[in-house]
């Protein structure tokens, strides 16, 4: 009599553990699925900041080779022209260009 009595309970158990054994293999097929599209999407991020950081290094060596020269030349005439008109002066303290052309033009020092 007592078998009768504990074999509705290994079955009730046995049906928790295929029922809990199912939730686990779901979780983890989930599991999969979610870490996959995310490395798919930081995949995604990484070639576009990639791709990002190559256009401004482009645009940052075109404007030092284009616009930053002819800023500096700008700078330079503008120094000039302070240099020969006294009254200009205060204009050319006033918004520091006194003190960019007082920088040195590069800091790599000459080959021997």
């Known amino acids: 009599m ?3 009595a504990t074999s509705p309970d290994m079955n009730e158990l046995q049906a928790e553990c295929k029922w809990l054994r199912k939730q686990v293999q779901i979780t983890l097929v989930l ?11 930081l995949l995604k991020q990484t070639r576009e900041i990639s791709a990002g950081v190559i256009g401004t290094r482009v645009a ?22 302070g240099h020969n008109h006294p009254d200009f002066n ?16 590069s800091t790599v020092p000459a080959k021997k």
């Open 31 to 41: 599991l999969i699925m979610v870490s996959g599209t995310l490395t798919l999407f």
């Open 60 to 81: 940052i060596e075109n404007y030092n080779k284009t616009e930053g020269a002819m800023f500096e030349d700008l700078i330079k005439k503008l120094a000039d022209y």
């Open 90 to 105: 205060a204009i050319y303290t006033k918004y520091g260009l006194n003190q960019v052309t007082q920088a040195p033009a």
């Open 2 to 4: 007592d078998e009768n």
